[in-house]
């Protein structure tokens, strides 16, 4: 069932004036969300170092609490969120990005909720515009989406209602036009929304189909003129799309049979998507866009599952797509085919996903490791360069420099000095 607000034709007319300006933003937005823009984990930087040490940090701050988000940045601002231990606090941080130097944190009396051991009370990451920071956080009585502005004051904030999930949350809101927009795909009952940037109304809300809590974050599709579409990932939908004006389901293709963790990401005209368990079994699977309805016997393009990743999300680059496993194996593979060009191990543990920095894949292990690999068709192994201690934290890329969140801190790498 879906539930669309009165006045949706003329929101719906502003919301696609504000998606056909969207690609004239500032360079301010390079890493405004998730994984950066549309959630490809892709950079240009030049001035990050393939190789450092410790000694090469611009700067180490420590954190005043635990949490994998990834940090995000407008300007010279970086945001992140962060939680006590034991899920009593929860924290939006702001920090100076020349120095780290602390702005502002606000802070929320909370409530514990269960969790897996590897997860924290502060995984979403925040989205951020010129003018607010969206963020959000669950408890088993209320799953809250909100809104500050720059300076750390709350603008609006809602109470989507209970979050029901025995691992704890993960999804990361986004930017769609005028709206942000969050999956809420959990153990109960299950529904997408979008809101309004400026006031947190809702503008629809699409029910969904309930299996275990996904922990993907959606993307968007623009093609060549086409209507946009926003592409989610989970087990009971497997990967669909649904339109950004009314929130109408566009297509699905079931191709999933466990629980997806990583965020969809699109490889030229595929959508590429993960599932698995802590027990294995987990796989790759692309999915062909421009579909409509039930495309699970039309549309799958390829699966690959030998060595796949299940937290980590994949990038895609220049026709190929790079999976990096949470066992420390890195895959190339063809986008369009699928076919594995190859595979190989580079040890450690992963939760973080790889950032693709020019022509360097680079991720962040649990023992304290930067890995870095050439992101091409021949495997290469780059260098190997410590963060001090573990994380399970993405990377952002921003302002020529690379952010890292480990277990205790947050580090600055690279840039013009």
């Not at 809101?195 to 109304?201: A, I, Q």
């Amino acid at each position: 069932m879906r539930e669309v607000t009165k006045a949706s034709s003329l929101r719906a007319a502003a919301l696609a004036l504000a998606a056909a300006l969207a690609p004239l933003a500032a360079p301010a937005q390079e890493w405004s969300r998730f994984r950066g823009p549309n959630g490809s984990g892709l950079s240009a930087a030049f001035s990050v170092p393939t190789e450092w040490t410790e000694k090469d940090f611009d700067w180490r701050v420590p954190l005043p609490g635990p949490g994998i988000s990834q940090p995000v940045l407008w300007g010279e601002r970086i945001f992140l969120t962060a939680a006590t231990a034991d899920g009593s606090e929860r924290m939006v941080l702001c920090l100076k990005a020349a120095d780290g130097a602390a702005e502002w944190t606000r802070r929320s009396p909370s409530a514990a909720c269960p969790r897996h051991q590897r997860n924290t009370h502060a995984t979403s990451t925040p989205a951020v515009d010129a003018e607010r920071i969206y963020f959000s956080f669950s408890t088993p009585g209320a799953y809250t989406l909100g809104a500050l502005d720059h300076g750390g004051r709350e603008l609006w904030k809602r109470d989507l209602g209970p979050y029901d999930s025995q691992h704890g949350d993960g999804s990361s809101p986004i930017l769609v036009g005028d709206l942000v927009v969050l999956a809420n795909e959990q153990d109960g009952a299950s529904f997408l929304v979008a809101v309004d940037r400026k006031t947190g109304e809702t503008r629809w809300r699409t029910e969904r189909r309930s299996e275990e809590t996904a922990y993907g974050t959606p993307c968007v599709v623009e093609r060549g003129g086409k209507p946009a579409e926003i592409v989610f990932s989970s087990h009971a939908h497997g990967l669909s799309a649904v339109d950004p004006l009314t929130g109408a389901l566009l297509w699905e293709a079931r191709v999933f049979d466990k629980r997806t963790v990583s965020s969809p990401v699109l490889a030229g005209d595929l959508v590429v998507g993960t599932c698995g368990s802590g027990g294995g079994g987990n796989f790759a699977v692309a999915v062909r866009l421009g579909g409509k309805g039930d495309v699970t016997a039309t549309h799958a393009a390829w699966k690959i599952a030998k060595s796949m990743a299940y937290v980590p999300t994949p990038v895609a680059k220049d026709g190929l797509v790079f999976f990096w496993s949470d066992k420390g194996i890195v895959t190339c593979a063809e986008a369009v085919t699928g076919s594995v060009l190859w595979q190989e191990r580079v040890g450690g543990g992963y939760s973080s996903s790889p950032v693709c920095i020019g022509d360097r894949l680079l991720c962040l292990s649990e023992e304290g490791e930067a890995v870095v690999v050439a992101a091409s068709r021949a495997h290469k192994l780059l260098a190997r360069n410590p963060i001090g201690e573990g994380s399970r934290s993405t990377p952002a890329v921003a302002g020529g420099r690379l952010y890292v969140r480990t277990y205790t801190h947050l580090i600055s790498i690279g840039g013009r000095r």
